[in-house]
């Protein structure tokens, strides 16, 4: 695993990911399933159906790599990157078997440091898909730009980013946006336990930075990433899929 360079911490950086460090509250969170992480699975597996075999896939904020292991079971992978901040969640993701329906025939590798600048040393055309679940928003909105060009950069002519994530409301701000997701967790996420569910308050208003669903295609648009579809959505997380244009 690579670390993460030194140096002071942007605004939004692993740094400030401290829920992540140990990867148990999060576990019990995919566990509870309130954040959807089965029905997306299932919607990942679906979308790859029609993928061409032999997929190199880049999953960016992998976490312990549940939803890249569910979601790619029944498709051939030939490489998979995980990309992550946490320690405990990368060494969790390698007890895993490794993801695609033919095991052996796929190399795994995991980088972890802050997956602004790790995604910078890959190479362009290097990938089928870029998966990106639950991560993205954790990006000021003046970085996910630089993000979404090197999402871009590395996926081959026609190949398709998978995007799960929050989303605001159109006209919804930030703070609309995570009183009522702060609601949810509050009243329904309860089989956490009552510190448990304020550490993930606590991490939502210092770390969540959700765009709207305009936003969203806009950042899209703008890197050239094409054909945005809304493939699943509850009234606050989604998940879309885009293709880099054989022409950019
Ligand atoms: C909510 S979890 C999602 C994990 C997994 N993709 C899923 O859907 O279950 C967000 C993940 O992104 C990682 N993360 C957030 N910001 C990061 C950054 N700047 N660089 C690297 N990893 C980051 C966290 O460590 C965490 O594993």
Sequence with gaps: ??????????????????????????????????????????????????????????????????????????????????????????????????PGSNATACQREVQQGDFLTTIQDLPDNGFDTVLSSYALHHLHADQKPLMFSHIHRVLVPNGRLIWIDSYRDRDETRTQYLTRLGQFISEDWNLLRPEERQATLDHIWSSDFPETEAQMLALLETSHLSGATNVWRDAYFGMWTATKPSSA
Excluded at 23 to 43: C, K, P, Y
């Design 1 to 98: 695993m690579k670390n993460q360079p030194h140096g002071e911490p942007p605004l939004s950086s692993p740094a400030h990911q401290a829920m992540f460090q140990n990867w148990s509250l999060f576990d019990r969170i995919v566990a509870g399933n309130w954040m959807h992480h089965q029905e997306l699975a299932t919607a990942i597996a679906d979308c790859l159906a029609d993928a061409p075999s032999d997929l190199r896939v880049l999953d960016i904020g992998s976490g312990d790599g549940w939803i890249a292991n569910q979601g790619l079971r029944r498709s051939a992978v030939r490489q998979y990157v995980a990309l992550d901040a946490s320690a405990d969640a990368l060494n969790r993701l390698l007890t895993r078997p490794v």
